[in-house]
């Protein structure tokens, strides 16, 4: 059991120049506490690794996870998922680079000497796999670019790509039925959808999860899942989801395999392209 009492702790991590979602964070964790009848509060991380150290430390009992930093968390037995975060009936997404809708880059050769934007050490989509999958292409992305910077969070990448900050940043994406990528993570930056093109996409990426420690007992955790499955029949909450989260659902029929993303992560700490002493 948490000493915690009759208080979960939910951990997830600052958006940086996100759009104000405290009255939404508010209302969304009042209706789970009242769903559970556990008062739920939260605890803001200023980057993956911080969220990723706050979980080892046994500072929150919750946690929204991305996918590296989950993968790590569970293969360390620290946090066991509740449930996958589900974007349009789908629970994965791609990697993709985007640069301007008019930018002069049309190859990956043509990134070579220009500003990359990325969104953090721990983003699967935002970093690790786009550096994973331009070595496989044969371009090293150790020696490709002439500046790289981190933006903190995938809109703030795009909007640095938009004010020409950044001549291509890494973020996550959907295809349609049609193939044509019509949602990511320039969707929540007014505007941008018609000034950004995906330049490449570097393949599918498992989701997020909702994660709890692996202290916390059988029957919170039941509880919060079966609060957090259940927020899609109130159209009311389901909209605090999608703005708070940008899915559609919670489920807890289908985790996606981690295993994949573990071992492309293991090989990029043996040949260097990642460091291994950052995403730890």
Not at 3 to 31: H, I, T
Not at 152 to 169: K, N
Not at 174 to 181: I, P, Q, T, Y
Not at 230 to 249: M, N, Q, R, W
Request: hydrophobic share 45%; charged share 25%.
């Amino acid at each position: 059991m948490s000493s915690r009492g009759n208080k979960l702790v939910f951990a997830l991590a600052w958006q940086k120049n996100s759009g104000p979602v405290g009255e939404n964070l508010a209302a969304f964790f009042a209706w789970l506490s009242q769903k559970t009848g556990i008062r739920v509060t939260t605890r803001a991380a200023l980057s993956y690794q911080e969220l990723a150290e706050m979980m080892r430390a046994g500072g929150a009992d919750l946690a929204w996870l991305p996918p590296i930093v989950y993968a790590k968390l569970e293969r360390e037995k620290v946090a066991t998922a509740l449930v996958s975060h589900e974007r349009a009936a789908i629970a994965r997404y791609e990697s993709v680079l985007v640069v301007r809708r008019k930018s002069p880059i049309r190859e990956l050769e043509d990134l070579r000497d220009t500003r990359v934007g990325w969104v953090d050490r721990w983003s699967a989509a935002g970093y690790v796999l786009p550096r994973i999958a331009l070595f496989a292409r044969g371009v090293d992305p150790r020696g490709l670019f002439g500046e790289e910077k981190f933006y903190g969070s995938h809109d703030s990448a795009i909007r640095a790509l938009l004010g020409e900050q950044a001549d291509a940043v890494a973020t996550h994406a959907r295809a349609d039925a049609h193939g044509k990528f019509s949602f990511g993570g320039w969707s929540d930056v007014e505007g941008a959808e018609e000034l950004v093109r995906v330049l490449v996409a570097f393949g599918s990426i498992p989701a997020d999860v909702t994660a709890a420690h692996v202290n916390l007992d059988e029957e919170r955790r039941n509880k919060v899942r079966n609060a957090l499955t259940a927020a899609s029949t109130d159209p009311e909450i389901a909209k605090l989801v999608h703005t708070i989260f940008g899915i559609e659902c919670f489920t807890a029929d289908d985790y996606p395999d981690y295993e994949g993303l573990r071992r492309a992560l293991e090989s990029a700490f043996a040949c260097g392209l990642i460091d291994e002493r950052v995403v730890r």
